[in-house]
């Protein structure tokens, strides 16, 4: 019998179930690139419904107590007297969303001798120190592509209410006005602009295809460089180096991994060297931006707009400064956990699950770190 552990954002204030907007979602028969979507050998929840947050709790509460294992499910996660805290000398799993991290740090692993899988419910583990997990012979993994188009869905929308001056708009309209002209001051159109993306991989590879109709030249940066046959047929340029991606483009977008290497990446002298009104969108992580740059950038004008969804922390304080900057059309970090998405991730944290009881190898796309080492997608993404 296992010890499971976790950790979820909070029910909806309106209580649980929602009322569902819709009856279901549609169905989808693979991933982009033909790999097959999760394949547990079966769920206990409808598609379509609310699972990442507490009562939800990725539909694997019958799961866990049908297999005689302990699941506790928590959104007390910070600090030293939260429950997920109290809760971890004896977790042999954690399983939570980056949307709600359980910042798995060094010294949390060192209250947590039992723990050997650290899963993420979504894509991206840069809650847990890998490195820490690598030491300890942690697994760590995560559903790879569960999120992604949902990911590059809300990129792309929010690109277009940066440029287009959304926000400033629709608040018009709540406001009573009808002010034309404070709506359009600075609004422009995406066609012919330069939109660069930061890491082609899965989300910012289906950023750029989404991008094509709209007219616009595509650039991208990445330290792995797409096949030419892909290159050529977006019609994309390839930048050797960030700074060259950023100082030639209207449009940056962050799709690269939080790593030493990307911590920071935005910083003042890199916003500097932007053209003067450039447009930064992060759904990434935020710390590759570093965030009173980003502030005093907005404030001088050389960034007409930032839009994202990633902050840190998680969440973020009410006095957080990206809350009240100007020209941003920030969202809490919700673009990986639509109801759509929710689905996808849930089914695939139930097939690692049955696989790790099983003793069966996981999936080595969802791998990031395994037996020590980074593994499937983390030896990609994380091993710089
Ligand atoms: P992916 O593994 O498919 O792609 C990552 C890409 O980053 C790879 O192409 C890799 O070569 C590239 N890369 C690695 N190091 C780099 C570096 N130093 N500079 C430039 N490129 C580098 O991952 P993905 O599914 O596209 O996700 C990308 C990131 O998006 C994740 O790491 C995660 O942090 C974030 N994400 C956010 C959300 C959300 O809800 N906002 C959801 C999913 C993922």
């Not at 019998?1 to 929602?18: E, F, Q, S, T």
């Amino acid at each position: 019998m296992a010890k499971c552990v976790m950790v979820l954002y909070p029910d909806p204030i309106d209580g649980y179930p929602p009322r569902y907007a819709r009856d279901g979602i549609p169905v989808i028969k693979c991933y982009p690139d033909g790999s097959s979507l999760p394949t547990p050998s079966a769920i206990d929840f409808k598609p379509g419904e609310m699972l990442g947050c507490v009562s939800g709790a990725l539909g694997l509460r019958k799961f866990f107590e049908d297999n005689g294992h302990e699941l506790v499910v928590t959104s007390d996660k910070d600090g030293p007297d939260s429950e997920f805290e109290r809760e971890l000398p004896d977790a042999e799993i954690v399983i939570s969303q980056p949307f709600w991290p359980a910042y798995i740090t060094r010294e949390r692993f060192a209250k947590a001798p039992r723990l050997r899988l650290a899963l993420t419910a979504g894509i991206g583990s840069d809650h847990v120190d890998l490195d820490e997990a690598r030491a300890r012979g942690v697994t760590v993994a995560e559903e790879t592509y569960s999120n992604s188009i949902s990911v590059a869905e809300h990129t792309v929308m929010q690109i277009l209410a940066l440029v287009r001056n959304f926000v400033p708009s629709h608040r018009w309209v709540i406001d009573g006005g009808w002010n034309i002209a404070d709506c359009v001051e600075c609004a422009y159109d995406l066609e012919g602009m330069d939109v660069g993306v930061i890491a082609a991989g899965r989300i910012g590879r289906a950023v750029l295809e989404r991008l094509r109709p709209f007219g616009v030249h595509l650039h991208y940066f990445d330290v792995h460089r797409l096949p030419a046959d892909v290159e050529k047929d977006l019609n994309v340029v390839y930048h050797r180096d960030v700074e060259s991606l950023a100082r030639s483009v209207d449009v940056v977008s962050i799709h690269s991994p939080l790593i030493a290497q990307t911590h920071h990446m935005f910083d003042e002298k890199l916003l500097g060297s932007m053209r003067r009104g450039s447009y930064l969108v992060n759904t990434a992580r935020a710390e590759q931006t570093d965030q009173r740059a980003i502030v005093a950038a907005l404030q001088s004008g050389q960034l007409a707009g930032y839009a994202g969804d990633v902050w840190y922390p998680q969440p973020p304080p009410s006095d957080h400064p990206w809350r009240s900057m100007p020209n941003n059309a920030m969202t809490p970090h919700v673009s990986g956990t639509t109801l759509s998405a929710q689905a996808r991730y849930a089914a695939g944290t139930r097939e690692i699950l049955e696989d790790w009881f099983a003793g069966k190898p996981i999936r080595s796309e969802y791998l990031i770190v395994e037996g020590g080492r980074f593994a499937g997608t983390g030896a990609k993404s994380y091993a710089h």
